[in-house]
């Protein structure tokens, strides 16, 4: 394993060494985009290998994964997406959660328990909250995907991308369940309580049970590795990148200096997040998620109701571009890829990064955590992400500021701020704070999942530990004043790596997943699993 983790590191720090022996005058962001290029080109090119169709049309080899792992999971489990909704909600509001313990007294005060504020029962394993978890892991989805890459996908596909969209997002909901049930079922706890979990240990430890120790533990070693590079690039500098271009847009400032301030100020309040580990994390990012959530929806709505009348056309446009097109292949093939790829860059259903969130609630049942993932797809993408979409649709029903199927010199952030401008004057103002507090979010989130894989491959230790938080804020002040788009393509392409992995360890695991969700359901229904509320 050691041989193969060395010769996987040689190839990724290419880049570095080619680098390392470029003295040329250039600027550094423009050498690092430089050396980053090839192996960019190359880890992309086997990652979105694509089938063609014709027409000019071509499938992501990822795309089908993705999409087909989720309609087996949907099908398998008997449409878990809907048949446990409700019963996500009742344990996301502490239905079936033990009360908090009961603070004990020496002496006439009172002793609290460590970490009182997110545990309930004493013997319950796990360091947040399902609500935590669920809105950690949600602050890595709800973002920029929703905002710009929406509007990049109506732009390209037309209105009919919704629909493909909302059904990606729905199927994807299936998907979630079953990484983030595994995600508690093989997690690890240490001596302090702090939880280690995600795709790393339920592909080690899950494959071995099954007499596949060799392939589980080259599939968990693959994963951390990916994982780590996309939360360095896609998971950060992107989005302190673009963050830093809201902010500088906003103050019509064009200075890289000023990018390089906002890198700084963002890494110190990241700093200081990270630090805590995922309790601090969950406690930040349970109070952005929803207030950034509401007032965006809140506005989308207001939106909305001021175009009432447009609504049932947007509808219509919805529903007859996502079956028409110019030919059968090159309109309808078209618009559902459209769809459904920005549905998987939006919520990640598939490529397991939530599960390694999740592994940390506080519970004795596995399946509990996956009920409550399933919300997420559902947040993200058919509420939010639809949202969008009808804002876009509706504020441009006569072509006002947006040809569809053009989408040249497109910027998705730009192309939403419009459409709300056009019904909440300025609102792009407000916009550019929820764009910095969503990337704020997610990047808390994102050096979760890369320190979790970092300590898998290097070890449970402190100095692993700071050594990943510090290069993780490094990299926030170099997102932020540098323009390096082969890095952030190289990064994202090793993010969609994480899919391959993933995708066959959890449906090698579904039967695993099945017997979690009978004992979990049998345990409501007979009374072990006791109600609260």
């Given at each position: 394993m050691k041989q193969i983790l060395s010769v996987l590191f040689s190839t990724l720090l290419l880049p570095f060494a080619a680098f390392a022996q470029d003295a040329t005058a250039k600027g550094l962001d423009e050498r690092i985009n430089e050396a980053f290029k090839p192996a960019a080109d190359l880890i992309a090119k086997i990652v979105f290998f694509a089938i063609p169709i014709g027409d000019g049309i071509s499938i992501p080899v990822v795309l089908i994964i993705l999409v087909g792992g989720a309609l087996y999971f949907t099908l398998y489990?008997?449409?878990?997406?809907?048949?446990?909704?409700?019963?996500?909600?009742?344990?996301?509001?502490?239905?079936?959660?033990?009360?908090?313990?009961?603070?004990?007294?020496?002496?006439?005060?009172?002793?609290?328990?460590?970490?009182?504020?997110?545990?309930?029962?004493?013997?319950?394993?796990?360091e947040v909250t399902h609500f935590q978890a669920l809105t950690a892991a949600l602050s890595a989805t709800v973002g920029l995907g929703n905002i710009a890459g929406v509007a990049i996908a109506i732009a390209i596909g037309g209105p009919g991308a919704t629909f493909w969209m909302i059904l990606a997002g729905l199927l994807g909901m299936s998907t979630k369940f079953v990484e983030c049930t595994l995600g508690v079922k093989y997690r690890e706890v240490g001596p302090d309580g702090t939880v280690y979990g995600g795709p790393m240990y339920y592909l080690s430890k899950g494959l071995g049970e099954r007499g596949m120790a060799g392939m589980g533990k080259f599939l968990a070693a693959f994963f951390a590795l990916m994982c780590i590079g996309g939360s360095f690039g896609g998971g950060n500098m992107f989005q302190s990148n673009q963050a830093a271009e809201m902010f500088k847009s906003a103050l019509q400032i064009e200075s890289s200096f000023i990018g390089t301030l906002f890198g700084v100020v963002m890494a110190i309040l990241v700093?200081?997040?990270?630090?805590?580990?995922?309790?601090?994390?969950?406690?930040?990012?349970?109070?952005?998620?929803?207030?950034?959530?509401?007032?965006?929806?809140?506005?989308?709505?207001?939106?909305?109701?001021?175009?009432?009348?447009?609504?049932?056309?947007?509808?219509?446009?919805?529903?007859?571009?996502?079956?028409?097109?110019?030919s059968i292949v090159g309109g309808v093939v078209g618009v559902l890829i459209q769809g459904f790829r920005r549905a998987a860059f939006s919520n990640e259903a598939g490529v397991g990064s939530a599960a390694i969130a999740h592994a940390a609630v506080r519970t004795d049942h596995p399946a509990s955590e996956g009920i409550v993932a399933l919300l997420e797809p559902f947040v993200d993408t058919v509420v939010i992400c639809t949202m969008t979409a009808l804002v876009i649709i509706v504020t441009n029903i006569d072509g006002g500021f947006l040809t569809y199927g053009n989408a040249e010199g497109l910027n998705g952030v730009a192309l939403t701020a419009t459409a709300f401008d056009s019904t909440i004057p300025y609102f792009s103002y407000v916009l550019t704070i929820a764009v910095i507090l969503f990337a704020f979010s997610t990047m808390l989130s994102w050096s979760y999942y890369g320190l979790q894989s970092w300590m898998y491959l290097f070890g449970k230790s402190k100095i692993a530990e700071n050594t990943y938080k510090v290069l993780f804020c490094l990299f926030v002040v170099i997102g932020a004043a540098a323009s390096l788009g082969a890095v952030v393509d190289f990064s994202d392409a090793m993010v969609f790596a994480m899919v391959f992995p993933n995708i066959i360890g959890i449906l090698i695991l579904s039967p695993v997943v099945k017997d979690e969700l009978a004992k979990y359901v049998n345990g409501i229904k007979s009374g072990d699993i006791k109600s609260y509320k």
């Open positions: 489990f008997k449409f878990v997406n809907f048949t446990k909704f409700k019963l996500a909600i009742d344990v996301v509001r502490g239905k079936y959660t033990p009360p908090k313990q009961t603070p004990k007294t020496a002496g006439g005060k009172e002793i609290l328990d460590d970490n009182i504020d997110t545990i309930q029962a004493d013997n319950i394993a796990g700093g200081i997040v990270i630090i805590g580990g995922i309790k601090r994390i969950g406690s930040v990012t349970e109070k952005i998620v929803p207030f950034m959530a509401a007032i965006y929806v809140g506005a989308a709505l207001i939106i909305l109701i001021a175009n009432a009348g447009k609504i049932p056309a947007a509808f219509g446009m919805i529903f007859g571009g996502a079956f028409s097109g110019a």
